[in-house]
């Protein structure tokens, strides 16, 4: 059975530290690993990985995918209060033409000033 | 706002009722697909169409739903007589397809529709 495994499932710390959340994945016809931030309403796209050790970078954030190991991570450097949401990972499958996404659990992320 | 568009935003209904959801995708995307998420939980993935062929259903999509796509535009999520664990937030997502077998885009979801089943 398809899953994603990410961790940790909660996260608190303070305004300035750096975290890095983990995402491990076993999906039949895997094409690429995506990363959204969910506040209270859509998740909204951050990176898709499809290659293995190209690092992407958007301002502070950046992830890099593991296609070996079957992992990925999303670091998060210098954290505003902003950043606090949930974290989702999905692993897309290709199954009869549809981009099926099969998502993590989140990693709910907590900045504190 | 050119993004995913999904009415109501919140139902609340009696166990037993019937609801109808609808989304409208991004105009250009053919693509289109519905998930489930439920507290603490990632989205689940339901149905997925094509234009207006519904070519995959989940396991998950029991009897009493059904998903329709008619002119391959808006879609519409129906729940009949609504159980208490069907509470959960409804989203839409859509992609475009870009010739060929290319999937370089990601899915854009739209903000949900939150179902409550007293």
């Known amino acids: 059975e398809d899953k994603v495994v990410q961790s940790p499932l909660s996260l608190v710390v303070h305004e300035g530290d750096t975290v890095t959340l983990n995402c491990s994945y076993e999906v039949t016809n895997f094409r690429s690993l995506l990363w959204y931030k969910q506040e209270k309403k859509a998740p909204t796209f951050l990176f898709m990985l499809t290659s293995s050790g190209i690092e992407k970078k958007s301002g502070r954030l950046s992830s890099i995918l593991d296609k070996k190991e079957l992992f990925s991570i999303l670091n998060i450097t210098a954290t505003q209060t902003g950043d606090s949401a949930i974290y989702l990972c999905?692993?897309?499958?290709?199954?009869?033409?549809?981009?099926?996404?099969?998502f993590g659990q989140g990693t709910r992320l907590t900045i504190n000033p | 706002d050119t993004g995913v568009s999904q009415n109501p935003r919140h139902k609340i209904t009696k166990r037993g009722q019937n609801v109808t959801f609808r989304c409208d995708p991004i105009?250009?995307?053919?693509?289109l697909y519905w998930y489930r998420q439920t507290l603490g939980q990632g989205p689940e993935f339901l149905t997925y169409f094509q234009n207006e062929a519904q070519l995959e259903k989940s396991r998950l999509l029991s009897d009493r739903f059904s998903a329709e796509r008619p002119k391959g535009s808006f879609s519409t999520l129906e729940i009949q007589r609504t159980e208490q664990g069907d509470s959960a937030m409804y989203l839409c997502a859509s992609s475009p397809r870009q010739g060929g077998s290319s999937y370089n885009s990601p899915l854009h979801f739209g903000n949900g529709t939150r179902l409550t089943v007293t």
């Open positions: 105009s250009e995307h053919n693509r």
């Open positions: 999905a692993a897309e499958a290709i199954i009869q033409g549809a981009q099926k996404l099969v």
